[in-house]
């Protein structure tokens, strides 16, 4: 029988403001309800999402600890969760809580952590698969004789989605914003790969895809390079934003989006609602978890222990890595 103890150290957002805003305290482990699980811990992933909540402070669903994706073991089962063991190693997508020793998930975002991954690579899956597949495939509907395209190819996010769209036959082009991610880009994927801030990215796009031009783009740049963007949209592409910089807003010209019918969007994939989720989890389950270590690895940039949370966000800030920035947990 497991022990669960009754408190644990967890990361809390203690003000809005900087990486050292982020404190450890300590914390009651909850208790699962009907269709949750309570999770032991043991690393857990760093997203963009997370320091955006840390600069505002605010917390939409009243959680003070962040993180939205973790690798650990099945510690408690709420009542009617099936198909799932006491003492499983599984990965899952949660609302909130990951920088912590223990944390509740919904039954339908937990998967079996693949054997081919340890588990600071399982704690980097699902939000980027969790992302890609949401914005892709079900808000925009990429069909494989289309062309996609990622802003952001090195990302934490981008570099995964990369690999698991290139192994499944889609055509993805990425930007970054260096030389050397660009590069890299191409080891994860990417069938082209361009600086972001080529004043020529659209034409070199479009001679990419042939004249065709992107059916689907997802953006985590707020609309930096939307001139650019509309260039290279395809008839009746979609364009849909995964960040609102800070309360940006788009000067759009519209009759560049009535020329070719562009569709623009945006999504927050924290406050989806649980049936859409799961959904998008039992897509992952068929399409991706069979290439989880074997044509999908992430690319982990570098990993630090929980207390160092701090650390870890400030490494982000900076912009400069590659892949996914991890937190590590001790199991108690």
Known sequence: MMHIPKTQTAIVISGPGGPDVLVPRELPVETPGAGEILIRVTAAGINRHDIHQRASGKHSDGRAVPGLEVCGTVAVLGSGVTGITQGDRVMALVPGGGYGQYVIAPAPLVMPAPDGLSDIEAAAIPEAVFTTWWNFFHLMSLQKDQFALFHGGTSGVGHIALQAMSALGYNVIATAGSAQKVAACGDFGAMAAFSYDDPELATKVMEATGGAGISTLLDVSAGAHLAQDLAMMAPDGM????????????????????????????????????????????????????LLGTRVRPSIAQVFPLTDAAAAHAMMETGSHIGKIMLRLTPD
């Open 239 to 290: 364009i849909a934003h995964l960040s609102g910089g800070g309360g940006s807003t788009l000067d759009l010209p519209v009759r560049d989006l009535m020329a070719k019918r562009i569709r623009i969007t945006g999504s927050l994939l924290r406050p989806l609602p649980l049936d859409r989720k799961s959904q998008v989890a039992d897509a992952i389950r068929r399409d991706v978890w069979p």
